[in-house]
């Protein structure tokens, strides 16, 4: 069966669709349609774009359902050698010309005493972090995974777009040094641009700090307006993926993760999200960054995370830095 639980940031209700998927090739077919879309992080390759249509939806609180979801680990891989191979030939291509900026991603695989309750997981993800959109998604053709990210790629309130530029990493509030403010300034720069060659109307708001789990990020919101509301999808395969999931120039960073990158990142910073495209003249989507990853396979779990590299990044501070955001999914175990 395919099915969805989701809840949305600072609410205290999920929904739990069910229904028939559909595979699609590209990010452009997804106009005209309905229903949660789960995108890997380069559509139109090996992993499908899928899409579960709402056959049936109920919807239900997150608050007073207790759950315990403690499990023993038996061992866990996080495979540092292979991230210190890939941090060491990905690093040696900044040259802030051709390349100012690329995420080296990481796995690390769980393997548990007994196979978890991927629903009481969800629930339990959803009360420890009330500030971000969880999703569970389950298909034929994704198989099972769970996030809790704080990124919006795409949101419609009232008669305007929303998106927003996140990056830069502290455990801390501040102070922010100078690599995380320019890793953050390039995602905002290419999102500005990206919008504005279709949009009429852009405005971008002052950087600010904001927390996801126990992590700080910096983050820029932009609202922007279209003249035909049709043309979403086409800022939407404008804007992923963005340079805080892949880096700076977007094609030649690509490039780099696929040689450089030990392991697919599947699912892993694609997007997710309900959409609602069938009123062309109304169109409506809340989707979501897939970070803060777990993939879950019976007894068994992979975690993903991943962090921008610049010319002046350490390997051991980016090693850091991925352990920090593991631990959000971690923590739904313990």
């Given at each position: ?52 249509h ?31 191979e ?9 040259d802030?010309?051709?390349l ?19 629903r009481a997981?969800?629930i ?18 994704t ?11 795409l ?12 990056a830069?990493?502290?455990?801390t ?15 905002a ?6 919008l ?23 983050r820029?919101?932009?609202e ?15 804007l ?26 599947k ?10 495209l ?7 989507a ?49």
């Amino acid at each position: 069966m395919n099915e969805v639980y989701y809840r949305f940031p600072d609410t205290s209700h999920y929904h739990h669709v069910w229904g028939s998927a559909e595979t699609l090739h590209d990010i452009e077919s997804l106009a005209g349609k309905q229903g949660f879309v789960f995108a890997p992080f380069e559509p139109g390759g090996e992993h499908p774009l899928v899409l579960v249509h709402t056959d049936q939806e109920e919807i239900a609180s997150t608050d007073s359902e207790p759950v315990d979801t403690a499990t023993s680990v038996l061992n866990e891989t996080d495979h540092h050698a292979a991230y210190q191979e890939a941090f060491a030939k990905m690093h040696a291509q900044i040259d802030n010309e051709k390349l100012w900026k690329v995420v080296l991603a990481r796995r690390s695989d769980i393997e548990l005493a007994q196979p978890l309750d991927v629903r009481a997981l969800f629930i339990k993800a959803c009360q420890m972090y009330p500030h971000q959109m969880i999703a569970l998604v389950h298909t034929e053709a994704t198989g099972t995974w769970l996030m809790a990210t704080p990124e919006l790629l795409l949101g419609r309130t009232g008669d305007r777009w929303a998106t927003m530029a996140l990056a830069g990493t502290l455990s801390t509030p501040g102070p922010w040094d100078d690599k995380n403010m320019r890793e953050q300034a390039y995602v905002a720069y290419y999102i500005r641009n990206c919008l504005l060659r279709r949009c009429y109307w852009v405005n971008q708001k002052a950087v600010r700090t904001t927390m996801a789990a126990k992590l700080y990020h910096l983050r820029t919101d932009f609202e922007f307006a279209l003249s035909d509301d049709a043309e979403i999808v086409k800022v939407l395969n404008d804007l992923f993926p963005t340079p805080a999931v892949c880096g700076m120039p977007k094609e030649r960073a690509l490039a780099v993760i696929n040689d450089g990158e030990h392991f697919d990142r599947k699912y892993y910073s694609g997007f997710c999200g309900p959409l609602n495209l069938t009123d062309t003249s109304h169109p409506d989507a809340s989707l979501y960054v897939s970070l803060r990853c777990m993939q879950i396979e019976g007894a068994c779990c992979h975690l993903y995370a991943g962090g921008g590299l610049l010319r002046e990044s350490d390997e051991k501070t980016e090693w850091k830095e991925t352990e920090k955001k593991m631990e959000t999914m971690k923590a739904t175990l313990r």
